[in-house]
């Protein structure tokens, strides 16, 4: 028998208080639990935050990229950049419609897809040929791909680079994604994550900055692309459709009632749950600066806020990151090697041909990356706890 010991502090924990509570209970009072008012309510508040025309509630972040896909007009065969650092929704969506995710590595700063790279890629791909050649995976293409969109992944919740990502989209012609699935609060030169492309995802889950227990929602300011994403949401039915009549191949991606009434009073609280994120990330930054071999994340200036979905440090190279994140757990203090590529998945490999040293600033980001528990309702005392243990633990 294998007895579970809980850890002794939790690597997350959604911050609920009785307003949350009370708002599911008014719920279960009436007999609207799906397609009523509490999904607009939870709607407008994501765009009276970010700032985009339309918001369009989802039952999960996956569903949510799925959408942007389709609405981009992603099919078989079509290329889309991305990044292969990043947690394996944002390439699934691309599966899903069996594109090629055409991966371009990292900046090892932010570990966000490397804009420079992606200009040259972009610009190779357009051109074909053997030039296109050397970007694309060794297996899964199909005659007659085409680079359709870029989806930029916004790693750990700080904006990747999306002033380049946009210039080379236009020039291009191409649609771009942003998976701002870990950067709700976040801001770009003063941009809010999630309004920096043609469309932008939010996920949550109960570890993210704000949870619906499962959920996520789309943002965009393209009307067209909102009305198919609406319909796509509800079994394909377009505006004027009956219950039985389905325009588009579509998905039953909807939030229920119970999901949104929580995300609503969320959101209403969106400011003081940042506030205390931000604040346990500082008490981490102070103290693992001065612990030799381990480094706290970096955040670059076109980061104007960050609203720290996670607490990811990195150990310094030649450090045994294994045996470090093996006697925290014997402490009871949870930690995730967050990301493991997605280039190195089974499922990428068998498909797509990717391997081991195809792309090696994403590599050793994944063999490095240690994600330290964290939420906003970590104490000070347990920040010391872990960064003691770390500092302990380093010194062996
Ligand atoms: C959380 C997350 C998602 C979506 O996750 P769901 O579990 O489907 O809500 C997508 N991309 C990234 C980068 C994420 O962190």
Not at 178 to 191: F, P
Request: charged share 20%; net charge negative; with cysteine.
């Amino acid at each position: 028998m294998d007895f579970y010991t809980p850890p002794v502090i939790p690597m997350s924990s959604p911050d609920l208080t009785e307003a949350e509570r009370q708002a599911v209970i008014k719920v279960l009072n009436t007999p609207n639990l799906s397609m009523g008012p509490q999904i607009a309510a939870f709607e407008k508040a994501f765009c009276d935050f970010t700032g985009s025309r339309h918001a369009i509630a989802v039952n999960s972040g996956t569903s949510g990229l799925h959408l942007c896909v389709r609405a981009a007009g992603i099919e078989e065969g079509d290329w889309v950049i991305t990044s292969p650092f990043s947690f394996v929704a944002s390439t699934n969506a691309i599966m899903f419609e069996k594109a090629v995710p055409v991966f371009v590595d990292v900046d090892p700063l932010t570990g966000n897809i490397d804009p420079q790279k992606v200009e040259e890629v972009a610009h190779d791909l357009k051109k074909g040929g053997a030039a296109a050649q050397r970007w694309l995976p060794r297996k899964g293409l199909r005659s007659g791909g085409q680079l359709k969109a870029i989806l930029a992944v916004d790693v750990y919740g700080q904006p990747a680079d999306y002033d380049v990502l946009r210039r080379v989209s236009d020039e291009h012609g191409l649609r771009l994604i942003e998976d701002s699935c870990e950067a709700l609060g976040s801001a770009y030169k003063g941009r809010m994550a999630g309004g920096l492309g043609d469309y932008g995802v939010f996920a949550f889950y109960p570890n993210k900055q704000i949870t619906t227990g499962e959920g996520g929602l789309v943002v965009t300011s393209d009307d067209a692309a909102a009305r198919m994403m609406l319909a796509l949401r509800n079994q394909g039915r377009a505006p004027g459709d009956t219950w039985l009549e389905h325009t588009y191949l579509g998905y039953n991606y909807r939030m229920d009632e119970l999901s949104a009434a929580l995300g609503a009073v969320q959101m209403s609280r969106i400011h003081e749950l940042l506030e205390k994120r931000s604040r346990v990330a500082a008490w981490y930054n102070e103290r693992l600066k001065g612990i030799e071999g381990i480094q706290a994340p970096v955040l670059v200036e076109s980061t104007t806020q960050v609203s720290w979905f996670v607490y990811v440090a990195r150990v310094a190279p030649g450090v045994d990151r294994e045996a470090l994140a093996e006697g925290l757990k014997a402490r009871g203090i949870p930690v995730r090697p967050y990301f493991n590529p997605i280039h190195l998945q089974p499922y990428i490999t068998q498909y797509l041909g990717y391997g081991a040293g195809d792309f090696a600033v994403t590599e050793d980001l994944g063999k490095r990356s240690l994600a330290l528990p964290f939420s906003g309702l970590m104490r000070e005392d347990q920040v010391d706890q872990v960064c003691e243990a770390i500092r302990d633990l380093l010194k062996k």
